[in-house]
């Protein structure tokens, strides 16, 4: 974290990366997670958490505004391949390991993840 985002960091909030999310943007916080799940209808648990941090990983090795949506796809499938892939991920994210983990990991989702009504012509 370089100086000028310390500037701006909100009181409350960690100033230090947090020892099991490096790469968490300094606003976030796990309690703020957990409150997100369960406004979502989400137990977190160790598989939530390790979406969390590859996604985290994912944007900090990226400019946010240029985040792919099909990269970080296929990222997502290549590192939890073993599981299952995206469909494994789905299983934890019902309303996509993409839009739902962005959520989830304090970031923005990149464009055309957020379902806006499945079958509209939003």
């Known amino acids: 974290m370089n100086q000028a985002t310390q500037d701006f960091i909100r009181p409350g909030y960690e100033t230090q990366p947090i020892p099991d999310f490096p790469y968490a943007p300094s606003d976030w916080s796990r309690a703020s997670a957990e409150e997100l799940a369960q406004s979502e209808g989400l137990t977190l648990t160790e598989a939530h958490w390790r979406v969390v941090r590859a996604l985290q990983a994912f944007y900090a090795q990226h400019e946010e505004p240029s985040v ?3 990269e970080l796809h296929d990222a997502l499938d290549e590192d939890f391949h073993i599981e299952g892939g995206i469909r ?9 390991p ?3 983990g962005c959520l989830l990991a304090g970031l923005q989702a990149p464009a055309g993840t957020q379902d806006q009504g499945f079958g509209s012509a939003v």
């Open 68 to 70: 792919n949506a099909r």
């Open 88 to 96: 494994y991920l789905y299983t934890l994210f019902p309303k996509g």
């Open 98 to 100: 993409l839009a739902q």
